[in-house]
Structures are given as structure tokens and as C-alpha cells.
């Protein structure tokens, strides 16, 4: 810990009364944080509001995260530079950020033009991790535990954005007959994934329901057409969608057009994004039965590390699937229905154990789609 009047003058301020507090600014600025972790992190954004009484939140963040929380009701005003940001207007600035030294630094060499009304209340907490730099916000996260609440993530599209991705597809091709089913192939680490070959075989029997069309995004326009026409030995530009060059909203808007039907990946972050986008829309009356089936498939890495997949998919709306083995030894996929569970790698999914198990578990659900 740093020991400077900075840090001093926070410590012993003590923790705010929510109800004394109008103004906040929250800095999010996560350089580690993945796509998934940030949709779950911002979940919280909405008992914030609530904790402060309906105080006024303003964001400074980046272009990736304002991705995730564009529309989001809980912000009032957002800033994408901190140079731009009078902290010392606010009452309270919270600091969610994996770069607290630089932070740090840069509240103690600049010092701003501070408003009177303002000037000996601002603080500043951490809403990081509480080995963090800053006086961590020990009363929010204590609401946090005990409101409990489990009505998962959110996030906010706009009947614009809606209506965009809508003629989207159609500019792609799609009629109103086409059911589109976005496969999510990349991730942060080759061991999250099942192996190609299996894939592959999943792709072809996604592509044998009524009126598929398959959606890849195509991050880094390498040209996914030529690596899936090679693996299929097929022409894909009928029955493919690659989408080149996305930007992060893009890909989420998309997610959220009627035309999705299915979305089927690794454990990774647009599945989280999906699942906060129908959370949503089901708070504003959109019929379960326009729900795309969502689901995800997590092993346990070959590195031995291992997180709580229960933390992540627990409150979503995703089925989370996983390989585990019976008393025999026999393989069998199983449905993520507790925090207690014991997985294989996910390179011990085959493409029969995958598509056997959406046909007899989805079956209603995919015929309710119209997929088959």
C-alpha cells in the first residue's frame, strides 16, 4: 500500500452514507477483463443505483466496455477520457480497474479544479478486489451479498439497433423463412474448444435443420469462407453468413434480430452478452418462446486451472453442458445444474455425444423455433 495524504485523507473518511451521496463518477478500465467478465461484473450496475438512492451515475470507461453497457438505464452521462472527467465534482469516484497504481498516481499529481459545494466531500473507493489501493467499498459490496440477487445480467439494445440488425439479414440474404444459427468458434485459449474435426461434424447438423442459415463472425477478417469451405469440401456462400470486421455492439446487436434462433459455443463472453440481451427483453414481455436456444460447453483445462463454471452460467439464461464419466468410465454429457461437479477436457466431447444430446434434451424447444 502506498502511505500518502491521498490515501490518508480516503482511509479515514470513513464509508458515506448512501443517502448523503448525489454525485458518482464510476472509472471502468479493465485491461484483463474479458468480454464475460465484464457482462457479469456490470450486472451489479443496477443495485449501485439502488444502494445510492437513486444518486446520478456517470461512467468513464473505453470503447470496448461501453459495448457492453451502451443504453444501460443505470448510467446518466458517459466520458471516454479521464482527462475530461472533474473528479472532484462528484461526491464519491469508484475505481474498477486492474490499474490502480496509475490511477493512483494520477489522482495525486493532478488535482483539479475543485467545485466548493464538492470540495471537502469527494473520496475515492475501490470497487476492485479488496487488496486494492484504494479504501475498498466494503458497504456496497455488503448489499451486494445481501440482496443475493439472482435475476442475472443485463444488457440494453434499442428498438434503432433492433431494427438494424433486422434489415441486416435481410441485406444478407435472409427471408423471412431463414432461421439463423450463430456459432461462436474462437476463444481466449485452444483448451476451451472441442477439437475442429468434432466441429465440424456439429456444423454439418446444425446446417440439416429446416431453413439454417449459419452465422460466423469473422473478428479479424482472416477469411473464415475459404478454412470452412476446405473443412466441409462445400461451396458455404448459400448457406453461410460471415460477418467480417465486426465491432463488439455489432456482434451483440446481431444476437439480439428474430432471426437468431440458436447460439452455440465455448464458454465465452458473447454467450453472456446473449444471455443479458433475452434477459432483458423477457423483463419487457418478449415470449419465452422467442427465446433463442443458448447453449455453451466448458471443460477442465489442461492446464489444471479451473474456475467455478457454476459462477458464470448458474444465473443465465445459457445451459452450460460438460463431459463427465460414470462409475464405468463411460462418457456422458451433463447439464450444469449445481456449483458441485467434476468435468473432463473439452476435447473429450464427440460430435455424436453433442448433436444426441441437443435432439433429445431440445427437442421440443428446437421444433417451437422451427428448426426442425
Known amino acids: 500500500m502506498y ?23 464510476l472509472v471502468v478500465d479493465l485491461g484483463d477483463f474479458g468480454i464475460g467478465d465484464s457482462v457479469v461484473a456490470f450486472g451489479k450496475l443496477k443495485m ?9 451515475v456517470d461512467l468513464c470507461t473505453n470503447e470496448t466496455h461501453y459495448a457492453i453497457l451502451k443504453n444501460n438505464p ?7 477520457d479521464r482527462q475530461q472527467v472533474d ?17 493512483y498516481e494520477y489522482f495525486k499529481q493532478n488535482r483539479q479544479g475543485v467545485h466548493k459545494e464538492h470540495r471537502s466531500s469527494f473520496t475515492i473507493y ?34 434503432e439497433e433492433k431494427d438494424w440488425a433486422e ?22 485459449g485452444r483448451e476451451k474448444l472441442i477439437n475442429t474435426d468434432v466441429y465440424f461434424e456439429v456444423v454439418k447438423y446444425f446446417l440439416n435443420m429446416n431453413n439454417t442459415r449459419i452465422l460466423i463472425f469473422d473478428e479479424s477478417g482472416l477469411g473464415r469462407e ?6 466441409l469440401q462445400q461451396d458455404v456462400s448459400e448457406k453461410f453468413i460471415f460477418v467480417k470486421n465486426p465491432s463488439l455492439r455489432e456482434n451483440i446487436t446481431l444476437l439480439a434480430s428474430d432471426f437468431t434462433k440458436l447460439i452455440f459455443g465455448p464458454c465465452t463472453g458473447l454467450l453472456h452478452c446473449a444471455s443479458g440481451i433475452y434477459n432483458t427483453f423477457l423483463r419487457n414481455n418478449v415470449d419465452f418462446q422467442d427465446v433463442p436456444l443458448m447453449l455453451t460447453y466448458f471443460g477442465t483445462p489442461v492446464d489444471g486451472f479451473e474456475v467455478n463454471e457454476w459462477d458464470w452460467w448458474g444465473q443465465s439464461l445459457v445451459d452450460a453442458i460438460y463431459v463427465s464419466h460414470d462409475q464405468s468410465n463411460k462418457k456422458t454429457i451433463q447439464k450444469l445444474m449445481s456449483p458441485y461437479y467434476r468435468c473432463s477436457p473439452c476435447s473429450e466431447f464427440t460430435a455424436e455425444m453433442i448433436t444426441d444430446y441437443v435432439s433429445k434434451h431440445y427437442k421440443d424447444k428446437l421444433t417451437e423455433l422451427g428448426l426442425t
Request: charged share 30%; glycine share 2%.
Open 3 to 25: 502511505q500518502t495524504d491521498l490515501e490518508l485523507k480516503s482511509s479515514r473518511s470513513g464509508h458515506k452514507k448512501s443517502d448523503t451521496i448525489a454525485k458518482v463518477i
Open 48 to 56: 449501485l443505483k439502488s444502494f445510492l438512492e437513486n444518486a446520478s
Open 74 to 80: 443505470f448510467i446518466d452521462k458517459v466520458f471516454f
Open 87 to 103: 473528479f472532484e465534482y462528484y461526491d464519491i469516484a469508484l475505481i474498477f480497474s486492474d490499474k490502480e497504481p496509475e490511477y
Open 126 to 159: 475501490s470497487v476492485y478486489n479488496v487488496n486494492s489501493i484504494f479504501p475498498y467499498y466494503y458497504d456496497f459490496m455488503k448489499y451486494i451479498q445481501r440482496r443475493n440477487d439472482n435475476s442475472g445480467q443485463e444488457l440494453y439494445i434499442s428498438k
Open 167 to 188: 434489415k441486416w439479414f435481410q441485406d444478407a440474404g435472409c427471408s423471412k423463412q431463414d432461421k439463423v444459427v450463430v456459432l461462436l468458434d474462437n476463444s481466449s
Open 226 to 231: 475459404k478454412f470452412y469451405s476446405e473443412w
